[in-house]
T-cell receptor
Framework: GNSVTQMEGPVTLSEEAFLTINCTYT??????LFWYVQYPGEGLQLLLK?????DKGSNKGFEATYRKETTSFHLEKGSVQVSDSAVYFC????????????FGPGTSLSVIP | DAGVTQSPTHLIKTRGQQVTLRCSPK?????VSWYQQALGQGPQFIFQ???????QRGNFPDRFSGHQFPNYSSELNVNALLLGDSALYLC?????????FGPGTRLTVL
Protein backbone atom coordinates (compact mmCIF):
# COMPACT_ATOMS: atom_id res chain seq x y z
CA GLY A 1 0.00 0.00 0.00
CA ASN A 2 0.90 3.65 -0.10
CA SER A 3 3.28 4.84 2.59
CA VAL A 4 5.59 7.61 3.71
CA THR A 5 9.04 7.21 5.24
CA GLN A 6 10.96 10.02 6.87
CA MET A 7 14.21 10.37 8.72
CA GLU A 8 14.13 9.43 12.35
CA GLY A 9 14.64 12.00 15.02
CA PRO A 10 15.07 13.65 17.25
CA VAL A 11 17.06 16.24 15.37
CA THR A 12 18.85 18.91 17.39
CA LEU A 13 20.27 21.99 15.66
CA SER A 14 21.75 25.26 16.72
CA GLU A 15 19.95 28.44 15.79
CA GLU A 16 20.70 29.58 12.21
CA ALA A 17 21.79 26.10 11.13
CA PHE A 18 20.62 24.55 7.87
CA LEU A 19 17.80 22.02 8.15
CA THR A 20 17.05 19.01 5.97
CA ILE A 21 14.46 16.39 6.85
CA ASN A 22 14.36 13.57 4.34
CA CYS A 23 11.07 12.12 3.14
CA THR A 24 10.36 9.40 0.58
CA TYR A 25 7.05 7.94 -0.42
CA THR A 26 5.50 4.93 -2.07
CA UNK A 27 2.34 5.55 -4.05
CA UNK A 28 0.61 4.69 -7.26
CA UNK A 29 -0.34 7.44 -9.63
CA UNK A 30 0.29 11.06 -8.79
CA UNK A 31 -0.29 11.82 -5.13
CA UNK A 32 -0.23 15.27 -3.60
CA LEU A 33 2.55 15.74 -1.04
CA PHE A 34 2.50 17.72 2.18
CA TRP A 35 4.52 18.76 5.16
CA TYR A 36 2.57 19.28 8.36
CA VAL A 37 3.95 20.75 11.58
CA GLN A 38 2.81 20.11 15.13
CA TYR A 39 4.03 22.60 17.70
CA PRO A 40 4.08 21.51 21.35
CA GLY A 41 0.54 21.33 22.71
CA GLU A 42 -1.05 22.35 19.43
CA GLY A 43 -2.83 20.66 16.54
CA LEU A 44 -1.50 19.83 13.11
CA GLN A 45 -0.90 22.71 10.73
CA LEU A 46 -0.26 22.48 7.03
CA LEU A 47 3.22 23.89 6.39
CA LEU A 48 3.46 23.48 2.63
CA LYS A 49 2.26 21.32 -0.22
CA UNK A 50 2.98 20.30 -3.81
CA UNK A 51 0.47 18.71 -6.12
CA UNK A 52 2.53 17.64 -9.14
CA UNK A 53 6.04 16.64 -10.10
CA UNK A 54 8.71 19.38 -9.90
CA ASP A 55 6.39 21.67 -7.93
CA LYS A 56 8.09 23.49 -5.07
CA GLY A 57 6.08 24.20 -1.97
CA SER A 58 7.27 26.98 0.31
CA ASN A 59 6.16 28.73 3.47
CA LYS A 60 7.82 30.54 6.39
CA GLY A 61 11.27 29.94 4.88
CA PHE A 62 10.70 26.20 4.48
CA GLU A 63 10.84 24.59 1.04
CA ALA A 64 10.27 21.15 -0.45
CA THR A 65 10.34 19.98 -4.08
CA TYR A 66 8.20 17.13 -5.43
CA ARG A 67 10.68 14.73 -7.06
CA LYS A 68 8.82 11.96 -8.81
CA GLU A 69 11.96 10.32 -10.19
CA THR A 70 13.30 9.75 -6.67
CA THR A 71 9.86 9.64 -4.97
CA SER A 72 11.09 12.23 -2.50
CA PHE A 73 9.85 15.44 -0.87
CA HIS A 74 12.67 16.60 1.41
CA LEU A 75 12.03 19.56 3.71
CA GLU A 76 14.70 22.29 3.90
CA LYS A 77 15.22 25.60 5.64
CA GLY A 78 18.29 27.73 5.35
CA SER A 79 18.38 29.13 8.86
CA VAL A 80 16.30 27.63 11.65
CA GLN A 81 15.02 29.53 14.67
CA VAL A 82 14.16 28.38 18.17
CA SER A 83 10.51 28.90 17.27
CA ASP A 84 10.82 26.16 14.60
CA SER A 85 11.09 23.52 17.33
CA ALA A 86 8.23 21.12 16.61
CA VAL A 87 7.38 17.74 15.12
CA TYR A 88 7.31 17.66 11.31
CA PHE A 89 5.21 15.15 9.39
CA CYS A 90 5.62 14.30 5.73
CA UNK A 91 2.35 13.14 4.19
CA UNK A 92 0.62 12.24 0.96
CA UNK A 93 -2.90 12.29 -0.36
CA UNK A 94 -3.73 9.58 -2.84
CA UNK A 95 -4.87 10.69 -6.25
CA UNK A 96 -8.21 8.90 -6.12
CA UNK A 97 -8.98 8.82 -2.42
CA UNK A 98 -10.57 12.21 -1.97
CA UNK A 99 -8.93 13.84 1.05
CA UNK A 100 -7.52 10.85 2.93
CA UNK A 101 -3.99 11.66 4.10
CA UNK A 102 -1.26 9.13 4.84
CA PHE A 103 1.33 10.40 7.30
CA GLY A 104 4.91 9.50 8.01
CA PRO A 105 6.00 8.82 11.60
CA GLY A 106 7.16 12.38 12.22
CA THR A 107 10.54 13.94 12.94
CA SER A 108 11.05 15.90 16.14
CA LEU A 109 13.19 19.03 15.74
CA SER A 110 14.73 20.93 18.62
CA VAL A 111 16.54 24.20 17.91
CA ILE A 112 18.82 25.46 20.65
CA PRO A 113 20.01 29.07 21.00
CA ASP B 1 -13.96 31.80 11.44
CA ALA B 2 -13.66 29.45 14.41
CA GLY B 3 -11.79 26.76 12.53
CA VAL B 4 -12.22 23.09 13.40
CA THR B 5 -13.29 22.53 16.99
CA GLN B 6 -13.32 19.31 18.98
CA SER B 7 -14.75 18.29 22.32
CA PRO B 8 -13.87 17.31 24.89
CA THR B 9 -10.20 18.28 25.13
CA HIS B 10 -9.29 15.40 27.42
CA LEU B 11 -11.10 12.24 28.44
CA ILE B 12 -10.30 9.37 30.77
CA LYS B 13 -12.13 6.06 30.43
CA THR B 14 -11.67 2.51 31.65
CA ARG B 15 -11.36 -0.65 29.59
CA GLY B 16 -14.64 -1.90 28.18
CA GLN B 17 -16.36 1.46 28.29
CA GLN B 18 -17.70 3.40 25.32
CA VAL B 19 -16.74 6.94 24.31
CA THR B 20 -18.09 9.61 21.94
CA LEU B 21 -15.93 12.39 20.56
CA ARG B 22 -17.33 15.40 18.74
CA CYS B 23 -16.13 17.60 15.92
CA SER B 24 -17.42 20.81 14.35
CA PRO B 25 -15.90 21.49 10.95
CA LYS B 26 -14.62 24.74 9.60
CA UNK B 27 -17.42 26.91 8.22
CA UNK B 28 -18.44 25.80 4.74
CA UNK B 29 -16.61 22.47 4.89
CA UNK B 30 -18.72 19.42 4.06
CA UNK B 31 -16.25 16.58 4.60
CA VAL B 32 -14.97 15.36 7.96
CA SER B 33 -12.15 12.88 8.52
CA TRP B 34 -11.00 11.27 11.75
CA TYR B 35 -7.46 10.22 12.62
CA GLN B 36 -5.86 8.43 15.56
CA GLN B 37 -2.42 9.61 16.65
CA ALA B 38 -0.68 7.34 19.12
CA LEU B 39 2.09 8.85 21.21
CA GLY B 40 5.22 9.44 19.13
CA GLN B 41 3.61 8.35 15.87
CA GLY B 42 1.98 9.92 12.85
CA PRO B 43 -1.80 10.15 12.57
CA GLN B 44 -3.58 7.10 11.18
CA PHE B 45 -6.73 7.53 9.07
CA ILE B 46 -9.84 6.06 10.69
CA PHE B 47 -12.66 7.09 8.34
CA GLN B 48 -14.20 9.96 6.42
CA UNK B 49 -17.76 11.27 6.23
CA UNK B 50 -19.37 13.12 3.37
CA UNK B 51 -23.08 13.84 2.92
CA UNK B 52 -23.79 11.96 6.15
CA UNK B 53 -22.31 8.74 4.78
CA UNK B 54 -19.03 6.99 5.52
CA UNK B 55 -17.14 7.47 2.27
CA GLN B 56 -13.94 5.59 3.04
CA ARG B 57 -12.38 3.76 5.94
CA GLY B 58 -8.92 2.88 7.18
CA ASN B 59 -7.79 -0.32 8.90
CA PHE B 60 -9.75 0.07 12.10
CA PRO B 61 -12.13 -2.48 13.64
CA ASP B 62 -15.88 -2.09 13.73
CA ARG B 63 -15.61 -0.90 17.33
CA PHE B 64 -14.87 2.46 15.72
CA SER B 65 -17.96 4.03 14.23
CA GLY B 66 -19.07 7.49 13.33
CA HIS B 67 -21.82 9.77 12.28
CA GLN B 68 -22.21 13.01 10.39
CA PHE B 69 -25.12 15.35 10.98
CA PRO B 70 -26.92 17.58 8.46
CA ASN B 71 -24.91 20.58 9.69
CA TYR B 72 -21.71 18.59 8.78
CA SER B 73 -20.61 18.14 12.39
CA SER B 74 -19.47 14.65 13.26
CA GLU B 75 -19.08 12.15 16.07
CA LEU B 76 -16.59 9.35 16.56
CA ASN B 77 -17.74 6.46 18.75
CA VAL B 78 -15.48 3.79 20.15
CA ASN B 79 -16.99 0.75 21.89
CA ALA B 80 -15.35 -1.78 24.20
CA LEU B 81 -12.33 0.41 24.81
CA LEU B 82 -8.90 -1.19 24.96
CA LEU B 83 -5.74 0.17 26.54
CA GLY B 84 -4.34 0.53 23.02
CA ASP B 85 -7.07 2.99 22.12
CA SER B 86 -5.28 5.61 24.22
CA ALA B 87 -4.29 8.30 21.74
CA LEU B 88 -4.92 11.78 20.42
CA TYR B 89 -7.96 11.74 18.13
CA LEU B 90 -7.86 14.35 15.42
CA CYS B 91 -10.71 15.62 13.32
CA UNK B 92 -10.07 17.29 9.99
CA UNK B 93 -12.49 19.09 7.72
CA UNK B 94 -12.19 19.91 4.05
CA UNK B 95 -14.16 21.34 1.17
CA UNK B 96 -12.05 20.44 -1.82
CA UNK B 97 -8.66 18.89 -1.14
CA UNK B 98 -6.91 20.70 1.73
CA UNK B 99 -7.63 19.40 5.20
CA UNK B 100 -7.76 21.60 8.28
CA PHE B 101 -7.14 19.87 11.58
CA GLY B 102 -8.66 20.48 14.96
CA PRO B 103 -6.64 20.50 18.19
CA GLY B 104 -7.65 16.93 19.01
CA THR B 105 -9.15 15.02 21.92
CA ARG B 106 -6.69 13.22 24.19
CA LEU B 107 -8.24 9.88 25.22
CA THR B 108 -6.67 7.90 28.04
CA VAL B 109 -7.92 4.36 28.68
CA LEU B 110 -7.05 2.89 32.08
Amino acid sequence: GNSVTQMEGPVTLSEEAFLTINCTYTATGYPSLFWYVQYPGEGLQLLLKATKADDKGSNKGFEATYRKETTSFHLEKGSVQVSDSAVYFCALSEETSYDKVIFGPGTSLSVIP
Amino acid sequence: DAGVTQSPTHLIKTRGQQVTLRCSPKSGHDTVSWYQQALGQGPQFIFQYYEEEERQRGNFPDRFSGHQFPNYSSELNVNALLLGDSALYLCASSLMYEQFFGPGTRLTVL
